[in-house]
Structure formats: C-alpha cells, structure tokens
C-alpha cells in the first residue's frame, strides 16, 4: 500500500454521481493484474480497470513514456505536433490495411465515433446513421443518439435525427425469435428492411462493435460482417467499426475486425490504444480524409495531437509487439474459456460462455431452457467475488440479461487467471 494513503468516506460527498455505485475499496496502487485498497488488500482486476489497461496497469514502459512527454511536452496548441504524433500514426498506418492509413487523434473512445461519424456525414453528403440494439459508442451529444445500450437516451430529450438501430445478432437471445444458438443473420435482413422503410433517402454510414461488449459480450456469427458492409455498398453507406475495446491484442488479433473479414472505411480505437491514458483515433481512407479536408473538416479541441498519450500509445504499441500480446492473449483466452466451460458444467447459473480470446461473456440464467436472466444472483455473485478478491464487472442489458464481461490484462499470468477462476468458483457456491 502506498505510504500514508488514508480513506475519508466523507469526502465522497463532494462528487457528482454518475451512475455506478462507488466502491468501499479505495484504490492506492495498482500493477499489472493487481489493485490494492487502502486497507492493503489485494485485488484481482479482471475488468483491465474500464477496459483498457490491456498491457497491465502502470506498465513501466507506459511510466517512462509518460517521463518522457513531461521532459518533451505534455500539451500544445493544436497547431502544433510534436514527433510522437506522426510517428504513431505511420505506426497504425504499418498496421492497418492500406485503406485505413490517416489518424486523427482526441482524447477518448466517444470523441473518436463523434469525429468518426461526422466524417462519413461529411463525406457522403448525407446525414442517417444507423447502430446495433445493444452497442455502446459514447455519452457525448452526437454519439449518445447511436448508443443503444443502457438508459443513456431516457430523459434527456430526443436522439439526433436520422440515428436508427437494428437487432444485434444474438445468437443465444435471437432478437427477432427466428433461430436458437445458430445466427442465420434474418436479423441483419429484418434489421435493413426496418431502417428501409425509414429512412428519408439519406443514409450515410453504419457504425458497430465488432464484439458488442456493454450489449452483453454478442459475438456477431461468421459471415455477418461481409454481408453487413455489402448491405452498406448497396446504400452508399460508409461502414464504422468500433474497436474501443476490440483492438490492439485482446481478441487474439491486432485488430478483431481481422477475425470478422472485412475492413471498414473509418476505423475508431481508444481505451487499449492507452493502456490507460486517455487517446482516441478515428482512422480512415486517404481518399475519405482528402475529401474532408476538401469539404472543410473542422475537428479541433483542447487536446487534439497531444504529445503525451500519442508517446504512451507509441509504448503500447511496442509492448504489444514486443511481449507478443495478441499471441498470448489468444492463449490465455483458450485457458480462461476452459476453465469457464468447466464452471458451466458445474454450475447450473450459467447459461452460456462466449467471446474471443480474452474478452468473454458469461450469460445468467435461472433455467437453461427458458433462459429467464438472473441479475439478482449475478449481482450476489459479483458482491462475492469482490469480498473474495476478484473485481468483475456484470452488465446488466436493459433488464434483459446479466452478463459477466470477463477481460483481464493481457499479461495476466497462468496462476491468476487459476486464482481468478477458483475464486469465481467459490463465490458461484456461496451464493447457491
Ligand atoms: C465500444 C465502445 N466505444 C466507445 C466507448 C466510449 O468511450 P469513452 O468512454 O472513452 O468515451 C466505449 C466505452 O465504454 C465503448 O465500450
């Protein structure tokens, strides 16, 4: 513990509350897969904190990356680059398929979608924007309309015009009750016909979760993607991927828009491009990004390519590379999806087990057959871990299921992972 940490619960009282209970636990140090409260109790995190530190929290390369932008610059005018900046955008470039070689960088994952999507309003000449039931893109104004996951829209006015959403391809809660564990993708079909017969002729682009993490872990079937963006082509919808979450190793890919075989036209990574440090970057087509310019894009705010976060990225990228993080990541996802598999088998609560590599959903239920959600008990659960040492996350989808997303660092090492497992064991029968 931190030397001369102190807890004052009072001081709480000073914070605006956002809407996820505050946690007893103060957190003074975190390494790696490790938190420690102020009580010096240790912390299994398998939420990688708010899903971004995928390399390990205080990663020393992210530390001496940090105290090397505070010997260069910490902060500019937005004229201004410093060497970090194009240097991590030829890097993603180096990356990314050739479509996909101009970055613009913000500050988080929404302000990414927001540049994103006013790009390919921009560049199509058109407005509508069409999402998933159950994909999560931001809380800021433009991108809260194309957020459908949680109650973010409810009381505070309308959505943007022209946003619109269609059934995620849940393969275990078919949106449209048409099949059963096996996505034949009639959603994606119902889905276009619904935003057809809506739309006033101006649709600009489609914005997705390759994985819909806040939506409940939903893995879109093979095969959904490719014919996802064909249905775009045939509109002169440009496609967005979302890969806040996905990118940079924790789906065993560099990028989970590899597994899903297709490549969108505007790519947007965040969280796991920082490690930690907040950066964001809508990525796109050279011909995307002159043709903006063109038109007059204008995307300025306070911390556009700021030096410090692009220094950090560059240090993610490296450790990504060079600690081959995909590589295990797909590794220890195949452990940690054995040992839940065996969890299943075990114990009756869960209803199903999902995801790539090390992001996976585990699905509650009180019955099997009837798949009737158990929030209650996977909150008890959640509360039992927590007393036992792991920090899980449980996402509770508008009432209509209770998934754990499981998504430790991608260096966790093989005893945590075990210790996690058995500690969600113990916690599964505790409850009852
Ligand atoms: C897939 C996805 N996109 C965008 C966001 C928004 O990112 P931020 O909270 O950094 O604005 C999130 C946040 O959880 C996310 O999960």
Known sequence: MAEGATYDPAAARHLVRYGMGLSPHVIVKARGATLWDQHGREILDFTSGQMCATIGHNHPRIVAAIQKACEGALHLYSGF???????????????????????????????????????????????????????????????????????????????????????APNCYRCPVRHCRDACDTTCLDVGFDMVDAQSSGSLAAFIAEPVLSSGGVIVPPGGY???????????????????????????????????ADVVPDILTVSKTLGGGVAIGAAITSEA?????????????????????????????????????????????????????????????????????????????????????????????????????GLSMNIVSVGGMAAVWRIAPPLNVSEAELDRGLEILDDAIRSVG
């Open 288 to 388: 995307i990004e002159q043709d903006c310019h063109d038109k007059g894009f204008v995307h300025v705010t306070s911390h556009v390519s700021d030096p410090l976060p692009a220094e950090v990225a560059l240090a993610v990228l490296d450790v990504l590379e060079e600690e081959d993080l995909a590589r295990r990541a797909a590794e220890m996802g195949r452990r940690l999806r054995q040992g839940l598999e065996t969890l299943k088998a075990r114990h009756e609560v869960i209803g199903d087990v999902r995801g790539h590599g090390l992001l996976q959903g585990v699905e509650l239920v009180k019955d099997r057959e009837t798949r009737e959600p158990d929030a209650e008990r996977g909150r008890a659960i959640t509360d039992a871990c927590m007393e036992r």
């Open 225 to 259: 993607f490719p014919k996802l963006k064909e249905k775009c082509r045939e509109r002169g919808m440009l496609l967005i991927l979302d890969e806040a979450q996905t990118a940079f190793g924790r789906m065993g890919a560099n990028f989970a828009f590899e597994q």
């Open 81 to 167: 680059i410093g060497p970090a900046v194009p240097a991590l955008a030829g890097r993603l470039a180096s990356m990314l398929p050739p479509s996909l070689s101009k970055s613009l960088f913000l500050s988080t994952g929404g302000e990414a979608n927001e540049a994103a999507v006013r790009m390919a309003r921009l560049a199509t000449g058109r407005y509508e924007i069409v999402g998933l039931n159950g994909g999560w893109h931001g809380v800021t104004g433009g991108i809260a309309s194309l957020t459908f996951a949680g109650r973010h829209h409810v009381d505070y006015g309308p959505r943007k015009p022209g946003t619109m959403s269609i059934p």
